[in-house]
């Protein structure tokens, strides 16, 4: 855990106790059986912008506190470790590209509400299955913007797009021109394909050529730190589980082989933590961004695979159980570990960062 | 009282910086300027050059070998910031600290903390001085991860110990003065009948021979005890008291092998860059072999994490005033990792990476293959990696004891 300032550990002790809860994994339970494709509790994300929650790397001048990316960082863990559903971290990573992009009319107009949770909003980058921002045919011609936007996270819910197209980022709001087909997938969270066919588009002019590349960032290390909080509780879980199962007349956790499998995931979960929170850390100090936050993706991807695994593994046969959370936990993880970066893309980036 | 001793420990700390400075620039021979110490993890046979016991001795008539120890012990007597701003001027300098060893790294701190105030001031001097090389006499035969399974029986003969039996794996026996040895002084208790005694290698009855390594070197030794008298004052702690006299000293020994700093600063150069000056590389200047590219990349972000883990492990550790969890797992991840970077080095190299001697070969390379091949021992020794995962999982993780 990265040393804190006091109102960190606020923050973060705050959105722990409210996850626990107000929160727990039953509460993705009723979203998941609730089949509504939007996938998230209107009224508990509600709650978490009154908070400030929504408001985290936002300026103090548009509605926000301005903690920065390891403050909101640390409330996405939190929430990740009871898999809260909600577009917490895609309106984050939005807001940030009005943030770094956007004119101060633009600011005005949507940063308060994206703070407040009046409004939300999400990214629409990737027009294939797999992560590639080097292939965007989205184009825009005379302030209408069209193409086809593929599983796009939290679109359902979201009131505004924050859509990648060959020459630059453009803000889009829902409706004309804008149509959402669900793709349901394993996480059971809100994902569509998104067709905008000559939608009004204002573009973001102020973020600079690498404008696409600093929100992708973002949206790694907290994607990142999402995966932290999943891997962590699946650490903890799997290790309360192994404490009181007994067989043999013994409980699982006396077995050598099962304690030094534990001890393995024990320090990938620590490089993962040292990795996520220096990704986060990176952003707020504006230095070496791209390849900190590479290689938080990259290790998040790694450990959460492994943890995923090894959790329903080790929790046996209970774990293949759908009334038991560990098989969430994977399945959440393997959505995540493919958006943004799967392990060969961002492996393949942190090479060309380093000239080989 | 905060903002009225800001200012001035600010100032303090302008002069002790301008104070090392000057001692550098009167006292480092430029010749040595780059060199450095390599080998004072395990000692080498004695050959310094003139200017190398010149920095040596004016080093030790500072203490600043080992700058944080007590002044009265012949320590620096600094303070943690005055010894980092050492650190940083002597890293400006091109300066070494020629002050090493076991004496430094293990026996001195323990010993200040549970030797007599004789035994500090008899043995404490000559180690801040590195006059005096020590020995490990640890492991047996058979007593490797059992550690406390070890037989050499020091007899109780009123006024002095007689010792019988065998250590192995004793790092630089063949050069050490002295050797601090845990023993057994009771055999019927396991663990309460160890003693940690202090024997001077050319005691009569003491037998040296060096073991050959598959790196071809020979650092570690074996070593016979043949009715070896030891004086009582030699006994460090109670009698019985060895067991956690010695334990105490392998946390300085595991903290020492893990070391990221060092490590770093070993593995500083990018494998990628490495990897360019052997493989082909295609227009856009990337690696050819994308599958060996694959493997370098893969490696190396996990190289930086655990960069990072041993930042974190320092920080977490200052400001929660004792040693962070995170600290159990920096041997084994260390261990792991550069063992895994030296293979990934002979991919690279082909077979131009594994040669054993002779022309043909960079004096990189051949280093390069000897690293290789006594990286092996790091995640046996020290505790190995099976011992570190009992202790993460029972001490850190409370799953219960195995046995």
Redesign the interface.
Known sequence: ???LNEEQEMLRDMAREWAVNESPVTEFRKVRASGEPEAFNRDAYATMAEMGWAGVIIPEEHGGSDFGFMSAGLVVEELGKTLTASPLVMNTVAASAIVLGGSDEQKAKWLPKLASGEAIATIAVDEGATHDPSKIETSVSEGKLSGTKAFVHEAHGADLFVVAAKDGLYLVEKGDGVSLATRKLTDQRSHADVTFDGAAADKLANGGDNLLDDVLDRARVLTAAEMLGMAQQVFDDT?AY??QRVQFNQ?L????A???R???L??DL??????V??GLQAVDGGFGVARAA??AK??AN?VMHTMANEGIQLHGGIGMTDEYDVGFYLKRARVLEQSFGSS?Y???R???L??? | MATQLEPATQTDEDAFRAEVQQFLADNFPDELKGTNNALSGVDGPTNETPAQKKWREAMGARGWGTPTWPKEYGGGGLSKAQAKILEQEMGKAGAYNPIGGMGVMMFGPTLLEYGSEEQKKEHIPPITRGEIRWCQGYSEPNAGSDLANLQTFAEDKGDHYLVNGQKTWTSGGQWADKCFAIVRTDKSDKHKGISFMLIDMDSPGVEVRPITMISGTSPFCETFFTDVKVPKDNLVGEEGQGWTIGKRLLQHERTNISGGGSLARLMGQSLGEIAKKYQPTGDDGELADAVLRDKIADFEIRWNSFLLTARRAVEESKAQGGVSEISSVLKKLGTKLSQERSELLIEIRGLQGLGWEGDGFRDSELEAVRGWLFGKATTIYGGSTEIQNNIIAKRVLGMLDHQ
């Open positions: 855990m990265a040393v290790l192994l404490k409980v956790a006396s077995f050598q099962l304690q030094h534990m001890a393995d024990f320090a620590a490089q993962m933590r040292s990795a929170e220096a590479t290689i990259a290790e790694r060969s961002l492996k393949d942190f090479a060309k380093s000239s080989y």
